[in-house]
């Protein structure tokens, strides 16, 4: 069964730093864009950051220049790195991966089950 399980969430005062990541499992052969959306109360889930597997990136202009997104394909991984951490930010932070089956060679999109980012003022 393939899934993308998150981990790196919390609590965090304004300004304050945090690192998301994200590693894909199960019967995969290759990874495709990976990237991290969000979504706060009340809104529709958006963009945060993307990187593709030739490593060019993308950000949402809110987080430009305060968050980095990387991978280990190695690994599996996708990882964010927020910094500057501002109120606004709150929000529950999903990962999204584009996997290639191993059995089928399909690619599909996967969501992880969404990590809980709270930045206090």
């Known amino acids: 069964q393939v899934q993308l399980v998150e981990s790196g969430g919390g609590l965090v005062q304004a300004g304050g730093s945090l690192r998301l990541s994200c590693t894909a499992s199960?019967?995969?052969?290759?990874?495709?864009?990976m990237g991290w959306y969000r979504q706060a109360p009340g809104k529709q889930r958006e963009l945060v950051a993307t990187?593709?597997?030739?490593?060019?990136?993308e950000y949402a202009d809110s987080v430009k220049g305060r968050f980095t997104v990387s991978r280990d394909n190695t690994k599996k991984m996708v990882s964010l790195e927020m910094n500057n951490l501002k109120p606004e930010d709150t929000a529950v932070y999903y990962c999204?991966?584009?996997?290639?089956?191993?059995?089928?060679?399909?690619?599909?999109?996967?969501w992880g089950q969404g990590t809980q980012v709270t930045v206090s003022s």
């Open positions: 999204n991966a584009n996997l290639q089956s191993l059995y089928s060679g399909h690619w599909s999109n996967y």
């Open positions: 199960g019967s995969i052969s290759n990874t495709g864009t």
């Open positions: 990187i593709t597997s030739g490593t060019s990136t």
